[in-house]
C-alpha cells in the first residue's frame, strides 16, 4: 500500500508501457480525428449510445481509482479508451510465438506501428481483410454480466449478448474461431479462446497485488452492476487498430 500523508497530493497518474501491436476492435461510436488517424479518445458525455461506458466510469468513481491505486497499485483506464476487442493479434506480448519465417517481418511491423497501417505491410494487410472485419451487415449489443480479475492482472467487466442479438454473437464467435485458426496456421500467433467479451477497467501493477484484491471483487462487482444496470452498448462494424500502448489505440481513417 502507499500511503498519503500531503494533503496536497491526491493521486499519482499511471505511466503507460510502450505495447504495440495489432487488434480488431467493435468500433466505437465519435473516434477522434488526428491527422490520417481516428483515435480511441471518446467524448462519453457527448454521446448517448455510451450508456454501459458511463456506468462503467461511474461505477470507477464509486470505488475510487486513487484508492485503488494507493491500495493495490491499480492503474485505472481513461474511460475514453473503454472498448471491446473481437480479437487479439501480434503483439509485443506475443511476438515469441510466431512462425521462425515470420518473426523478422512481424519485429519490422512493430517498429513501424502505427507506419505499418498504411503502408499495407504483409502481415496487416492479413488482418485488415479478416472476415471479422469484411462481413457486414450485423448488429450485436452488449450488457455487463460480471467483474473479474483475469490473469491476475487486468480488471475486467465480462459482457454477454442482448437476448435479441444472440445469434449474431455466435456467428462472431464462430467466425472469429475461424479467423484465429487460419491465422494461426499461416502466422503461429492466435488469440485467447473461448472468446469472452470485456471491457478492461485497468491494470494492477504487482500480480500479488491482484491476488490481495480477489477479496473486493464481490463488492466491487455489486458496484458495477448496479452503476450499469439497464444500460447496453451496440456495435455494427469492427476495424483494425494499432495500439502503441494500453492507452493509445488508432485505425485508419476510412
Known amino acids: ?28 461510436i465519435g473516434l477522434r480525428r488526428d491527422g490520417p488517424w481516428l483515435r480511441l479518445d471518446c467524448a462519453l458525455d457527448a454521446i ?32 475514453s479508451t473503454y472498448h471491446v476487442t473481437l480479437w487479439d493479434g501480434p ?15 512481424l519485429d519490422d511491423l512493430l517498429i513501424d506501428v502505427p507506419g505499418a497501417l498504411l503502408h499495407g505491410h504483409f502481415i496487416s494487410g492479413t488482418v ?10 450485423w448488429r450485436v449489443g452488449f450488457t455487463v454480466s460480471q467483474l473479474a480479475i483475469v490473469h491476475r492482472s487486468a480488471l475486467v467487466a465480462l459482457l454477454s449478448p442482448t437476448a435479441e442479438t444472440r445469434n449474431t ?33 485497468g491494470y494492477f501493477a504487482d500480480p500479488a497485488l491482484a491476488d490481495e484484491a480477489q477479496a473486493e471483487v464481490p463488492y466491487w462487482e455489486e458496484v458495477v452492476l448496479q452503476q450499469t444496470a439497464g444500460t447496453q452498448i451496440t456495435f455494427v462494424s469492427a476495424s483494425l487498430y494499432g495500439l502503441l500502448d494500453m492507452v493509445t489505440f488508432f485505425r485508419t481513417v476510412r
Open 169 to 201: 454473437f455466435a456467428m462472431l464467435v464462430e467466425l472469429r474461431s475461424s479467423w484465429n485458426a487460419t491465422f494461426r496456421q499461416r502466422f503461429g500467433i492466435a488469440a485467447y479462446e473461448p472468446y469472452a467479451p470485456h471491457v478492461t477497467l
Open 1 to 28: 500500500m502507499l500511503t498519503i500523508v500531503n494533503p496536497k497530493i491526491a493521486g499519482f497518474t499511471p505511466r503507460w508501457a510502450t505495447f504495440r501491436g495489432l487488434t480488431i476492435l467493435f468500433d466505437n
Open 48 to 79: 448517448p449510445e455510451y450508456t454501459l461506458y458511463r456506468g462503467l466510469r461511474k461505477a470507477m468513481c464509486v470505488l475510487d481509482t486513487d484508492l485503488l491505486l494507493r491500495r493495490y497499485l491499480f492503474c485505472a483506464l481513461p474511460p
Open 91 to 105: 503483439s509485443d506480448g506475443n511476438s515469441d510465438q510466431a512462425l521462425p519465417h515470420i518473426r523478422p517481418r
Open 128 to 137: 485488415a481483410g479478416s472476415p471479422l472485419i469484411r462481413r457486414k451487415g
